[in-house]
């Protein structure tokens, strides 16, 4: 079984559709606490390391084989947790930040609410590290996304997101920082890459779930 931390109720059906596509068998236990990542935002990610430790002690206790935790903002919290405690916890954004470095040295990285990008970035500059390429990125943020996708209207959401990576010109790979970014990737024009992380994250939670 492969555990799921979410910071939102709208990620269960998207990872739940993922599994049906790609990983038909593989058993899912959702964890969802949005409080997350409103005191993240609030007093950084550290605020919430204790309650992030008790997800994935229950987690485990009840089957885990592996965790996934989909919300970028909270991503490093749970990876330390995890290797604290010695189980596998797999952030889900960590292949996109791998393929945006083999994808280009000039990474722009956008995002709907400002507690991403510390966590991004650093995520990105560690497995520009690892590979041993230079990178140059950039951040933006893209107004009223957030707003929108908190209010329900996960269109309209996509929408903005879809334009903010439109007019991004000077870029080899943009990265949709945050789950909930990923429909805008099919509704861009633009011909620079275009990534997301719920598809790859998903593939790598399943990976260390079924290697664990």
Do not use: K, Y
Not at 101 to 121: D, H, K, M, N
Not at 148 to 175: K, M, P, Q
Request: net charge negative; charged share 20%.
């Amino acid at each position: 079984m492969l555990a799921l931390l979410h910071t939102s109720p709208a990620h269960v059906p998207v990872f739940d559709a993922l599994r049906d596509e790609n990983h038909q068998g593989l058993g899912l236990r959702h964890f969802v606490d949005e409080e997350l990542l409103v005191r993240a935002r609030r007093l950084g990610p550290e605020a919430v390391a204790g309650e992030v430790r008790a997800v994935l002690s229950r987690a485990f206790a009840e089957g885990a084989r592996a965790l996934l935790c989909t919300c970028s903002t909270i991503g490093a919290v749970a990876e330390e947790a995890g290797a604290q405690a010695g189980v596998p916890v797999v952030r889900a954004d960590r292949p996109m930040a791998a393929a945006a470095v083999a994808t280009g040295t000039r990474i722009v990285v956008l995002a709907t609410v400002e507690s991403t990008f510390g966590p991004t970035v650093s995520l990105i500059e560690e497995e520009a590290r690892r590979a041993g390429r230079p990178v140059q990125v950039r951040t933006r943020l893209v107004d009223g996304a957030w707003e929108s996708f908190a209010a329900g209207d996960a269109e309209r959401c996509a929408h903005l997101v879809a334009v903010a990576a439109d007019a991004v010109t000077d870029a080899d790979v943009i990265v949709l920082a945050q789950g909930s970014m990923a429909p805008a990737q099919h509704l861009t024009t633009t011909a620079v890459a275009v990534l997301s992380s719920p598809r790859a994250g998903l593939a790598a939670g399943a990976a260390a779930a079924l290697g664990g």
